[in-house]
């Protein structure tokens, strides 16, 4: 009997299609196990910003690995310490806890557990086209219906109200919300950027409720659209700042960044038994040093206008529209991006979908100049003659 063409031997076939088998990284290239030379624009879904097998983060693991490898979280460690305070010095003096997880979807479980108990109260407000992760919680203030139905029922509490609408957020905030949970960009749902206005909506609704005020920066966080983080763009800050990602450079970790306030209030107990490993610490002390020594948020910013200003040329009749922030780009297609992936693919091209008809672009921030540039005129070339 054959494999049907989604399985890749023994992993569970739980929807995810793989076709390539990459064996090495170094930056913004991985190579295949046939010694095939590709560019992630994407391949590394946004956890690759500091570049594949960062070499300051591959040093600083393989000494951690050397020192201690594990430790549970009942246990002061210096390393976390170093880390966790790097991490808030980046940040405004409001946020100063933070809770250490090993993804995503983590980071955003502890802020709906924290948010409920600190302020007593069950409801979640989020956005449509939102995607916070798969975990009952997280897939609970997804938007997608296909990704929510077969798991269903899901956590009470949960709604969802148009992204970019000031008044219908506000109209769906009041005395039982516990947090409100917005993308600053939604990344997964097309690459939809929020507006000022909608953002300071959501801290002003949540002032007046006394709700908590969560943005999910899994995928924006850590210099991808041009700012270390990207609500900085629009002076609001939130109560809980969630982080994943390229926050330890590839290495597994979720963060979850309150306020002292918050943590006062929290009653229970929460806890990760790998949270807050010296090993993901360590690459994350590595990852944030490398992330401000080289500027990543200036680069990701003048790299993103370079495409910007690339990608306006793309022709109408395929493009509906390019949005974006910094170097997280989504290309609305009017037709499926499967067909044009693959072309991009056969060009050596490595990018991502975001729904049916968003080709997503989100490389590495270090990737180079002339790469980049090469990357985008493959893109038109894909775009503007059809994937073939
Ligand atoms: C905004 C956002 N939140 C949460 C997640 C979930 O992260 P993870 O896959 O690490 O659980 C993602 C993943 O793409 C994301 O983009």
Known sequence: MTDPPTRSGPEFASGTRRTLSIVRGEGAALWDDRGRRFVDLGAT??????GSSNPDVAAAVAEQARTLLYLGSGYRNPVRTAFLERLLGLLPRSLERVFLSNSGTEAVEAGIKFARSATGRSKVVAARRGFHGRTMGALSATWRRELREPFEPLVPG???????DAAALDAA????????????VQGEGGVHVAT??????ARAAADRTGALLAFDEVQTGIARTGRMFAFERWHVVPDLLLLAKSLAGGVPIGATVTTADVERRFRGSHHSTFGGNPLACAAGLAALDFAVRERLPERAERLGAV??????????????EVRGLGLLIGIELRENVAPYLAALEDRGYLAIPAGATVLRLLPPLVIADAEWAAGLAAIREVVAHGPG
């Open 45 to 50: 879904h946004g956890a690759g910003s500091v």
């Open 158 to 164: 949960f709604s969802h109200v148009p992204f970019n």
């Open 173 to 184: 905030v009041d005395d039982a919300t516990a947090l409100i949970l917005l993308e600053p």
């Open 196 to 201: 000022p206005e909608y953002l300071r909506a």
């Open 307 to 320: 495409a910007r200003t690339e990608l306006a040329r793309l022709p109408p009749e395929r493009v509906r």
